[in-house]
T-cell receptor, first 112, second 113 residues
Framework: GAGVSQSPSNKVTEKGKDVELRCDPISGHTALYWYRQRLGQGLEFLIY????????KSGLPSDRFSAERTGESVSTLTIQRTQQEDSAVYLC??????????FGPGTRLTVT | KQEVTQIPAALSVPEGENLVLNCSFT??????LQWFRQDPGKGLTSLLLIQSSQREQTSGRLNASLDKSSGRSTLYIAASQPGDSATYLCAGVSSGGYQKVTFGTGTKLQVIP
């Protein structure tokens, strides 16, 4: 079946603009994660969704970042008033059970 | 707070060599552990998963083991090939039912033809 998909694959935006990133998880996967990976760095946890439970937002770096997920479907990560330090690859992963993750190809965000 | 160390940070070997990558967790109560590879500019590809009841998994030339008593995992790559060049990441979930996954910082492998 289809894997995790993310769109857009690349996004270039001007500083101060808002951007929205999309993740389509594998069907039936109850959990969904967002990560950020800056150039040459490791993965930075942003947010975690599990079914209809309240999401774990502990990794969001500022209130400019927010994410939504409806049930066990698509998730969107929104970054408001983008800054140059937001430039990174944003990775989404879905999970059928604890500790197993399947990653999408990522969205490369460049803020100019 | 769970922290994951991967050693070495970088490794360069000639083609054909067998090699071992190491991963250690500060909290040894690991529930599941997954090894990934990441090619430059790409997402993560899952290689092997060791679930809570397992100690080892094999796929082709890859073998991963987990010692839960020490919180250490190793990834063994046999007969390395240039196509194995990538960054290898381990990631684990601590026992307790919570799905927060902690990633290591990775080992960058270069296999020289």
């Amino acid at each position: 079946g289809a894997g995790v998909s993310q769109s857009p694959s690349n996004k270039v935006t001007e500083k101060g603009k808002d951007v929205e990133l999309r993740c389509d998880p594998i069907s039936g996967h109850t959990a969904l994660y967002w990560y950020r990976q800056r150039l040459g760095q490791g993965l930075e946890f942003l947010i975690y969704f599990q079914g209809n439970s309240a999401p774990d937002k502990s990794g969001l770096p500022s209130d400019r970042f927010s994410a939504e997920r409806t049930g066990e479907s698509v998730s969107t990560l929104t970054i408001q008033r983008t800054q140059q330090e937001d430039s990174a690859v944003y990775l989404c992963a879905s999970s059928p059970f604890p500790g197993v993750q399947y990653f999408g190809p990522g969205t490369r965000l460049t803020v100019t | 707070k769970q922290e994951v160390t991967q050693i070495p940070a970088a490794l360069s070997v000639p083609e054909g060599e067998n090699l071992v990558l190491n991963c250690s967790f500060t909290d040894s109560a690991i529930y599941n552990l997954q090894w990934f590879r990441q090619d430059p500019g790409k997402g993560l590809t899952s290689l092997l998963l060791i679930q809570s009841s397992q100690r080892e998994q094999t796929s082709g030339r890859l073998n991963a083991s987990l010692d839960k008593s020490s919180g250490r995992s190793t990834l063994y790559i046999a007969a390395s090939q240039p196509g194995d060049s990538a960054t290898y990441l381990c990631a684990g979930v601590s026992s307790g039912g919570y799905q927060k996954v902690t990633f290591g910082t990775g080992t960058k492998l270069q296999v020289i033809p």
